[in-house]
């Protein structure tokens, strides 16, 4: 590797998030989290639901 090729990690590291921008990284990642916890609901009781019915059927 020649020396022109090499980068500081120090220096290409990005800015640190302003208060405010953490505040909405965690606002983003709680949204997220419950949108999949309600997909994973969702998913689960519609088999449950379709596996009551079949079951109840024959």
Avoid at 9 to 17: R, T, Y
Avoid at 47 to 55: D, L, Q
Wanted: hydrophobic content about 50%; aromatic content about 8%.
């Amino acid at each position: 590797m020649a020396d022109d090729d090499y980068r500081d990690p120090i220096e290409d590291a990005p800015a640190p998030l302003s208060d405010e921008e953490v505040k909405a990284r965690r606002k983003r990642s709680i949204a997220i989290a419950l949108g999949i916890a309600a997909f994973i609901a969702i998913v689960y009781l519609t088999t449950i639901f379709r596996y009551a019915a079949n079951n109840a059927a024959g």
